[in-house]
């Protein structure tokens, strides 16, 4: 029986789950507004507690890598590298659009906005990727024939399910933790002026 520990803090919602083998033992979830720094190690120490369950026995982190808020992808990555390395635990990333879309059964269009009309987006059909994570204009995707296939869920405190199973087996090995980095998929404002200075 594998124990694996997995986390999303892409979004203003944390999701913070433990799983025997594929399936969800217990989870917590947080609503939050660029504050989950103060909380993802508090939960998820509450639930490897409630399931009498230490970081050594951890077999796996899975951990959501982006894109979404860019905070919230540096915590996700901070925390699962400090604890994957601490204990020598395996740890493995997975989309956060996928993450947090993983539980619906029909073809989705899973979206994060981005803000000025742009979105974060990808579109999959369980465990298949039709369209792959991309930072695009909503307008110039609405266009788009696989996304017009696939019901929008824009993921936000009412909207996300997740599948252990399929965010398990969609989840990829991080051969050197000290190379892993957020898959932002934008500059950040101050990334985007620095390089208009540059170029003037």
Do not use: C
């Not at 979404?68 to 020598?88: D, E, F, H, P, Q």
């Not at 981005?114 to 579109?123: H, P």
């Not at 465990?127 to 695009?136: K, M, P």
């Amino acid at each position: 029986m594998k124990r694996r520990l997995m986390f999303d803090v892409s979004t203003n919602v944390m999701f913070v789950g433990f799983t025997k083998d594929y399936m969800l033992t217990d989870f917590s979830i947080r609503i939050a507004k660029r504050d989950h720094a103060k909380y993802l190690v508090d939960r998820i120490e509450q639930v490897l507690r409630r399931n009498r369950v230490k970081l050594d026995d951890l077999d796996e982190i899975i951990i959501g890598i982006g894109p979404g808020s860019y905070t919230g992808l540096r915590i996700a990555v901070m925390v699962g590298k400090m604890l994957a390395w601490t204990k020598n635990i395996p740890l493995r990333t997975v989309s956060s659009l996928f993450f947090m879309t993983s539980g619906y059964e029909e073809r989705v269009a899973a979206l994060i906005d981005a803000r000025r009309g742009f979105v974060f987006s990808m579109v999959h059909d369980q465990n298949n990727i039709l369209l792959e994570d991309g930072y695009r204009d909503l307008k110039d995707l609405q266009t788009n024939s696989i996304y017009r296939s696939a019901k929008t869920i824009f993921i936000d405190d009412r909207s996300f399910l997740v599948s252990p199973k399929y965010v398990i087996e969609k989840s990829v090995l991080v051969e050197n933790i000290h190379d892993l980095v957020p898959n932002y998929l934008r500059k950040t404002e101050a990334e985007s002026k620095h390089d208009q200075k540059s170029d003037s």
